[in-house]
């Protein structure tokens, strides 16, 4: 797969990959692609597809709109669990990936909306799948972007700033 994206976003539910890449492509002109958006404009809520069809086929699906995100390139976010799939993980050997971070603290407030299956029964489970993760998501990033404190129009100017300068 050849490099396309301008960057890619990967981390744990809740981090802000969806709201830094929207404020990121719109400073850079650049399209936005969220791959659990791209799921769910075709499929339906991940809750429901979750609870009717679990979590395989999910993932499948998932992996379908990395490869449809890769291929449009831009500032794309990625479902806290894309990276578990290894083919995922080699696609992304070739692009700019920007891993976020949050603190549980920060998470727990972002959580209450009941759209993340995997995650209904709180930050305790949020804590183990990151820490479940984590290897994987450090594994790929080229930097990391703790967004826990800092206004996100603020880390999206930083992050656009870095992106406009060739690695």
Request: proline share 5%; glycine share 10%; hydrophobic share 40%.
């Amino acid at each position: 797969m050849s490099r396309r994206a301008l960057v890619v976003l990967i981390g744990p539910m809740g981090s802000g990959k969806t709201r830094l890449g929207k404020r990121v492509a719109k400073l850079l002109d650049a399209p936005f692609t969220d791959t659990d958006q791209l799921v769910v404009a075709k499929h339906g809520p991940i809750t429901d597809l979750f609870d009717r069809h679990g979590e395989a086929l999910f993932r499948a699906l998932e992996r379908t709109a990395v490869i449809e995100a890769l291929g449009r390139g831009g500032v794309i976010a990625l479902g806290g669990g894309a990276v578990l799939d290894s083919r995922t993980r080699a696609d992304l050997a070739g692009e700019r990936v920007v891993l976020l971070t949050t603190t549980p603290e920060a998470v727990a407030s972002r959580l209450r909306d009941g759209r993340r299956p995997l995650v209904r029964n709180g930050v305790a489970e949020w804590q183990r799948i990151y820490a479940e993760r984590l290897p994987l998501y450090e594994g790929l990033a080229q930097e990391t972007i703790d967004t826990t404190q800092q206004p996100f129009d603020r880390l999206a100017h930083d992050l656009a700033e870095r992106l406009r300068v060739p690695v």
